[in-house]
Antibody, heavy 115, light 112 residues
Framework: EVHLVESGGGLVQPGGSLRLSCAASGFTFSTKWMTWVRQAPGRGLEWVANIAQDGSEDYYADSVNGRFTVSRDNTKNSLSLQMTGLRDEDTAVYYC????????WGQGTLVTVSS | DIVMTQTPLSSPVTLGQPASFSCRSS???????????LSWLQQRPGQPPRLLIY???NRFSGVPDRFSGSGAGTDFTLKISRVEAEDVGTYYCMQATQFPYTFGQGTKLEIK
């Protein structure tokens, strides 16, 4: 069975850092582009970042570019999102999903940025 | 950036009746490989999104056949042939043809 499990969310002060993880199982992780998507409370879905199968390419939304870094470890079937310089507007549930065809989704992890 | 515009934003429907959601992109979603990376996602209240339709019209595994997708170029449609109570939620279109990936604002399906 396919699983994506996000972790690492929590409460952080503005300007702080947090590292999210996504553990994948049930599919060949190393063959998939992976994506982070977020959803602010009561709002719609927003694409955050993508990373290529081998980690050689990554892309970011303008709103997080320069502050967030996506990475992956194919030996551990793991995806990460390092978030720095966090702002109030980064408060959201963060989901990991697969790339161009988002057929797998985790339950998400909540990041709250507040003083 | 490609802007995805969904209409309507809210759709009250009677159980057993059809529903239709529209999504328009600001430019063509045809990718260099000849495919169009337009997906439809369903998000039930309190749940993560779930893929319903990919590449305009391909129903994902396990999705009931009352859901169908159509369209081409910049105009796309999701249809539910007969709405059931479990269909309540918000429906999003998403393009993954060009970075940044973008989503429509969502259409909220409610039961009359």
């Amino acid at each position: 069975e396919v699983h994506l499990v996000e972790s690492g969310g929590g409460l952080v002060q503005p300007g702080g850092s947090l590292r999210l993880s996504c553990a994948a199982s049930g599919f060949t992780f190393s063959t998939k582009w992976m994506t982070w998507v977020r959803q602010a409370p009561g709002r719609g879905l927003e694409w955050v970042a993508n990373i290529a199968q081998d980690g050689s390419e990554d892309y970011y939304a303008d709103s997080v570019n320069g502050r967030f870094t996506v990475s992956r470890d194919n030996t551990k079937n793991s995806l990460s999102l390092q978030m720095t310089g966090l702002r109030d507007e980064d408060t959201a549930v963060y989901y990991c999903t697969t790339g161009m065809t988002p057929d797998k989704w985790g339950q998400g992890t909540l990041v709250t940025v507040s003083s | 950036d490609i802007v995805m515009t969904q209409t309507p934003l809210s759709s009250p429907v009677t159980l057993g009746q059809p529903a239709s959601f529209s999504c328009r992109s600001s430019q063509s979603l045809l990718f260099t490989d000849g495919r169009t990376y337009l997906s439809w996602l369903q998000q039930r209240p309190g749940q993560p999104p779930r893929l319903l339709i990919y590449q305009i019209s391909n129903r994902f595994s396990g999705v009931p056949d009352r859901f169908s997708g159509s369209g081409a170029g910049t105009d796309f449609t999701l249809k539910i042939s007969r709405v059931e109570a479990e269909d309540v939620g918000t429906y999003y279109c998403m393009q993954a043809t060009q970075f940044p990936y973008t989503f429509g604002q969502g259409t909220k399906l409610e039961i009359k």
